[in-house]
């Protein structure tokens, strides 16, 4: 049985809104179609009508037109009804039509009504209704739209849920494959916005580029990332440092602490833009230890990141003895040690069989 889309305020409209001609044209040819069981033919005309009209009662009288000749609506013309009175900034009524017309119905959405039902529920202020229809999108495997998750995560970052932002922007890097260029685009759209992504964002992302061996987009993309302020951080270290030539990671870690120290710690950059290629190793492990005391000096909270990153640099390099020891500067300091730490200063142990009893008491005891 179809069902009526009529509100009831503002009163149901009339046809007059459309040219006669062209009205009576159009629902002449549904009517000519339907007498001879073009049934199908019919929702066609129906949905062109619905797709062509200049104002909301053009619409809704379409879709009308349908339910009082027993003509049900089809998905896809339900989801061109549903952008057209989207369009007229009608959300509350597209949200009717959804739920009654459709679910009401039984019939199941297909990706491009659950899409513009996500930005419809945002709009409303139902930041809860759209996650849901984003979880109904994961379950089909579908992919979000820019805009349906544009708009979700604006929701999210406006009422300060960075964590379930991270939560969905990973997901959108996730879903399954080829979609990288997607989310690429995505987080460019961010940007754009004056969204500034959590780091945590860049990291799923430079993680999935790192995966495609897409090494240039890996540069640019952190380039961007630290262009716009965003603090870098261990995971991000550690994705990279898989990524480069062995060797490299004290360059790496002093090229990731110069950028902690500009965007956490606002150092002046003219101080930190001195290239890691001119030290050798050791004087690069001293300019590092320098610029480890500038940042716990100024932002003592970024003391556990920067000592983590350092640390495991050095004992990707082999040079334990100067890891542990940053390790034991680390907890002089008062600072508990991420697990990143930890596992970077076991692994070494491990690897090298140094089982030297003071040593694993004290990374034992830090530990507890």
């Known amino acids: 049985m179809a069902t009526s889309l009529a509100r009831p305020d503002p009163p149901p409209p009339s046809f007059a809104s459309l040219p006669s001609d062209r009205k009576s044209l159009s ?33 809704i009288s379409a879709a009308d037109f349908a339910a009082g000749r027993g003509v049900e609506l089809s998905l896809q013309s339900y989801y061109v009804l549903i952008r057209r009175v989207m369009g007229f900034g009608e959300f509350q009524f597209a949200r009717a039509i959804y739920f009654d017309g459709i679910i009401g119905r039984g019939l199941e959405p297909d990706s491009n009504i659950v899409n513009s039902m996500i930005i419809c529920m945002a709009k409303l202020g139902d930041l809860e209704g759209a996650m849901s229809l984003f979880d109904r999108l994961w379950d089909k495997g579908w992919m979000p739209c820019e805009s349906a998750s544009d708009t979700v995560l604006r929701g999210l970052y406006e009422r300060k849920l960075f964590l379930e932002a991270f939560v969905y922007f990973t997901r959108i890097v996730n879903l399954k494959n080829g979609k990288v260029d997607s989310a690429m685009e995505f987080l460019n759209s961010m940007v754009r916005s004056s969204l500034v992504p959590s780091v945590h964002s860049y990291t799923a ?21 630290l262009d716009i302020g965003v603090i870098p951080d261990h995971v991000t270290f550690l994705i990279l440092m898989k990524n480069i030539p062995k060797g490299q990671e004290l360059e790496l870690a002093f090229f990731m602490l110069r950028a902690i120290a500009r965007n956490g710690c606002r150092l002046d950059p003219c101080l930190l833009s001195v290239s890691p290629e001119i030290y050798s190793t050791m004087d690069l492990q001293h300019e590092i230890e320098i610029l480890l005391l500038e940042i716990v000096r100024t932002n003592w909270m ?62 034992e005891s830090s530990l507890q």
């Open 302 to 363: 970024l003391a556990n990141v920067s000592f983590g990153i350092y640390i495991s640099a050095l004992c990707e390099c082999g040079k334990f003895e100067a890891a542990f020891a940053s390790f034991e500067t680390l907890r002089g300091l008062g600072c508990c040690p991420l697990p990143f730490t930890f596992n970077s200063l076991i692994k070494e142990l491990c690897k090298h069989s140094l089982h030297q009893e003071m040593r694993w008491s004290s990374v």
């Open 205 to 225: 992302l430079l993680s999935a580029l790192c995966k495609q061996n897409r090494f240039s987009g890996v540069k640019a993309l952190f380039r961007n990332m």
């Open 27 to 59: 629902f002449e040819l549904a009517d000519n179609l339907l007498s001879r069981g073009l049934y199908s033919s019919a929702q066609q005309v129906i949905q062109r009508i619905i797709s062509s009209s200049t104002t909301l009662p053009d619409a």
